[in-house]
């Protein structure tokens, strides 16, 4: 195990003459490790009831703990901010995307008045790095050096090839990656999620006389669905059930693991989808095909984070080191079909575009409705695991805790027995609007938040205790759900899979939190959903005047 070291002067007065003695005591206060994925599903791990082969992920969770009842901020962008700043997305500018809208609210990058785990951290002893997506804001003043980060080795976007930089859009930019703040190109042989597993294994190699924050945020498992040939190999043939099947397998695998109650129901599969039965036979392998990749994909990942656990051991630091694992949202049901990247080589290779569609992302998102974007529980939930072998009770299964992503900031100071700045270089810090998880990581009881609210492009809801508001703004060809805007209310104690709209009957209560998401709204600085697509119109024209 290495050595960690504070310094600093200690007066010692001597009968003879002053003089001062440079004294050492170590720092014992851990390593801290969030690994962010990106658009993979509430049941898509082994430990939260998946077929798909996530020994390492599921070791952590099996020695760790795993909440139930824990949150993230609908879609990529509001949850990078969200867990960097330990704001809503909103007070962090990041309401939506990456564009400016000139909103402060809605920015498309980190504001001048937030902090980062990062900042805070290296101010307070700690070496930091960043791996892995960053996508929020790309310009040279929003990289992660700028943000706090020591060292860094950084996607700077949203999606991309997994073997190269090339634009996924037609007439988009180019892809950027960054190392250390400079430009990178990635040259032959290079795979982006062994690039960011390498990377990490080499930053924790590295680290010496201080404990170490990183921020590990794979693309994995996002599309394109670039896979190596041996991953899927394990996978293909394994999917000729279809989704229907599939999702009960995987219900029922949840309930006996105690990540949803034993009288969950099953939602049924989205009404725009077809029956595994309506497929033709000669379209099934197609259709194996796609499942097959996203699941090599997360095989990848997850022997990735099996060689930073080896490192940690080898090094002596798994012990004292926390590490947490989340996802940024549901599954994706994007298909991704207006693409100028290459798409007439076989799936996974570097020419070709695969997605696994809503058919799929349906059973990612088990047992619950909708995808990413929305804020049912399809598109927020997260599988949330904790590991810290010195801290966290083996094998515990939190059901009671209500977290959200903006909780990791205050539990990593927690961790690090860092105070939350309320002044950095001059800038007024917005204080945070998390909660420290730390109580619930030690077992101990915590109810976590009593009233959180989302809202993401429209889409909107909020939860207190047992009730949850929701009201989206997609176009959702279910014929229970296609009224645009419209509020439902669910509880979600005796529905957690929101089947069960019962705002007739609890009219008082859907007001009172209708009126609760209001006063949210105007203190957060969120728009409303006429006012969101007049900015975004805006917009439109302004660059189209450009």
């Not at 703040?181 to 930053?203: L, N």
């Amino acid at each position: 195990m290495f050595k960690r070291y504070v310094h600093f002067l200690a007066p010692l007065l001597l009968s003879i003459a002053g003089c001062s003695l440079e004294e050492e005591i170590a720092d014992n206060r851990p390593n801290i490790i969030y690994i962010l994925v990106d658009d993979m599903g509430y049941s898509d791990l082994g430990c939260y009831g998946s077929e798909i082969n996530t020994p390492n992920i599921d070791r952590l969770a099996f020695k760790g703990m795993r909440f139930t009842k824990f949150y993230n901020a609908a879609r990529c962008c509001p949850s990078r901010a969200s867990l960097l700043t330990g704001l809503y997305p909103h007070l962090a500018g990041m309401g939506s995307m990456t564009q400016d809208f000139g909103h402060p609210s809605y920015q498309g990058n980190l504001g001048e008045n937030t902090t980062t785990i990062a900042e805070v951290l290296g101010n307070n002893g700690y070496h930091t790095y960043q791996v892995g997506k960053w996508h929020v804001g790309d310009a040279r003043k929003d990289w992660p050096d700028k943000k706090g980060f020591e060292q860094h080795f950084t996607f700077l976007n949203g999606a991309s090839s997994y073997y190269n930089l090339q634009p996924y859009r037609v007439g988009g930019d180019s892809m950027k990656m960054a190392w250390n703040g400079k430009p990178f190109r990635p040259g032959e042989d290079f795979y982006m999620t062994d690039a960011f597993s390498d990377h990490a294994v080499d930053y924790i190699d590295q680290n010496e006389d201080k404990p170490f924050f990183m921020y590990l945020a794979y693309t994995a498992p996002h599309w394109p669905l670039h896979a190596l040939p041996e991953d899927i190999a394990r996978y293909k043939g394994k999917y000729r059930m279809g989704w229907d099947s599939l999702r009960l397998q995987r219900w029922q695998r949840m309930k006996s693991l105690q990540v949803i109650r034993e009288d969950t129901p099953l939602s049924e599969r989205s009404p725009d989808l077809p029956a595994w039965e309506e497929i033709a036979p000669e379209d099934r392998a197609t259709w194996d095909t796609r499942m097959a990749l996203y699941a090599a994909v997360i095989d990848r990942m997850d022997q990735g984070i099996g060689r930073i656990i080896q490192k940690l051991e080898e090094k002596g630091e798994l012990e004292n080191t926390l590490i947490a694992f989340l996802s940024d949202n549901g599954g994706s049901p994007e298909r991704m079909l207006n693409t100028s990247h290459p798409t007439d080589g076989e799936p996974g290779s570097a020419t070709s575009f695969p997605t696994y569609w809503a058919h799929w992302a349906n059973v990612s998102n088990t047992p619950f409705r909708f995808y990413k974007g929305w804020v049912q529980e399809g598109g927020i939930a997260t599988p949330f695991i904790v590991h810290w072998p010195s801290t966290v009770p083996e094998g515990a299964i939190n059901t009671g805790t209500i977290g959200h992503i903006m909780d990791l900031l205050p539990t990593a100071l927690d961790a690090a027995n860092v105070t939350y700045p309320a002044e950095i270089a001059g800038r007024q810090i917005i204080p945070t609007t998390g909660e420290s998880l730390l109580p619930a990581v030690r077992g101990e009881t915590q109810a976590g938040h009593e009233t959180l609210f989302w809202e993401h492009e429209g889409a909107r809801a909020v939860r207190q205790g047992d009730w949850k508001l929701v009201a989206n703004n997609y176009d959702i060809l279910s014929t229970s759900w296609k009224k645009n805007g419209q509020w439902r209310l669910f509880n979600l104690k005796d529905d957690p899979a929101e089947l069960n709209d019962v705002l007739g009957e609890n009219v008082e209560r859907a007001e009172e939190l209708k009126l609760s998401y209001e006063e949210w709204e105007k203190s957060t600085g969120v728009l409303s959903p006429q006012e969101f697509v007049e900015m975004k119109t805006a917009f439109k024209k302004r660059q189209a005047q450009k």
